[in-house]
T-cell receptor, first 116, second 113 residues
Framework: SAVISQKPSRDICQRGTSLTIQCQVDSQVTMMFWYRQQPGQSLTLIAT?????????ESGFVIDKFPISRPNLTFSTLTVSNMSPEDSSIYLCSVESGDRGQWEAFFGQGTRLTVV | GENVEQHPSTLSVQEGDSAVIKCTYS??????FPWYKQELGKGPQLIIDIRSNVGEKKDQRIAVTLNKTAKHFSLHITETQPEDSAVYFC????????????FGKGTTLSVSS
C-alpha cells in the first residue's frame, strides 16, 4: 500500500484567504484524487489529478475555487481559495496504488480546515 | 451517475456478535467496491475490497459479498471487538477502469463489551 502524507494536518483560517494543502506519496502513482468530507458527512470527490494534464473536476466543484497542481508522480496540491465558513471540512488526498488490474484506493490522514 | 446507498446508519452490537452493513449501487459499470474504516480524527483506512468478477472475499474476521445482478454488496464482521467501533464507509467506482469513488453515507458501529 502507498504511504500518503498531507500537510498541514489542520489549520484555522480567516475568511477570504486561501490555503494550499500538500499531498506527498512514497511511490510514483498515476492517479491522485482530492475529496472533501464536511463535518459528520461522507466523502465527496472534488477532482482527479493526473500528472501532465489538467485536473478533472466533479459537478459542483470549479477550478477557480479549488485549483490543483500535479507537478510529478509523487506530489499534488489543492488550494481552497477565497474561503468562507462553508469551506470548513476535512480535505483528503487519495491515490491509486497496486498491481496492474488490481488497483486499490488509499487515503491520507486528511487536512482539517476551519474557516472563521 | 453512480449513487450508493448504505444501511444502517448506526449499528450497536455486543462484543463477540456479528455485524452486517449493506450497500446498493446504481451504475452497472462500477467494478471496484472498497470498504473503509474511519476512526475519529483519522483518514479512511481501507479494510477490504472486492471487484465485480468476484462474489466473495474474506480476510480474517472481515468478509465482503457482492451480488452484481442485484447491485448490492455487504460487509460482514464476525466476533466483533470494542476496537471495531468506528464509522464504516462503502464505496463504488465511478468509472469502469478507475478508482475514483462514490461513497455511501457511512455506518457508525458501536461494539460494547
Amino acid at each position: 500500500s502507498a504511504v500518503i502524507s498531507q500537510k498541514p494536518s489542520r489549520d484555522i483560517c480567516q475568511r477570504g484567504t486561501s490555503l494550499t494543502i500538500q499531498c506527498q506519496v512514497d511511490s510514483q502513482v498515476t492517479m491522485m484524487f482530492w475529496y472533501r468530507q464536511q463535518p459528520g458527512q461522507s466523502l465527496t470527490l472534488i477532482a482527479t489529478a493526473n500528472q501532465g494534464s489538467e485536473a478533472t473536476y466533479e459537478s459542483g466543484f470549479v477550478i477557480d475555487k479549488f485549483p490543483i497542481s500535479r507537478p510529478n508522480l509523487t506530489f499534488s496540491t489543492l488550494t481552497v481559495s477565497n474561503m468562507s465558513p462553508e469551506d470548513s471540512s476535512i480535505y483528503l488526498c487519495s491515490v491509486e496504488s497496486g498491481d496492474r488490474g488490481q488497483w486499490e484506493a488509499f487515503f491520507g490522514q486528511g487536512t482539517r480546515l476551519t474557516v472563521v | 451517475g453512480e449513487n450508493v446507498e448504505q444501511h444502517p446508519s448506526t449499528l450497536s452490537v455486543q462484543e463477540g456478535d456479528s455485524a452486517v452493513i449493506k450497500c446498493t449501487y446504481s451504475d452497472s459499470a462500477s467494478n471496484y467496491f472498497p470498504w473503509y474504516k474511519q476512526e475519529l480524527g483519522k483518514g479512511p483506512q481501507l479494510i477490504i475490497d472486492i471487484r465485480s468478477n468476484v462474489g466473495e472475499k474474506k480476510d480474517q474476521r472481515i468478509a465482503v459479498t457482492l451480488n452484481k445482478t442485484a447491485k448490492h454488496f455487504s460487509l460482514h464482521i464476525t466476533e466483533t471487538q470494542p476496537e471495531d467501533s468506528a464509522v464504516y464507509f462503502c464505496a463504488a467506482s465511478i468509472e469502469q477502469a478507475g478508482t475514483a469513488l462514490i461513497f455511501g453515507k457511512g455506518t457508525t458501529l458501536s461494539v460494547s463489551s
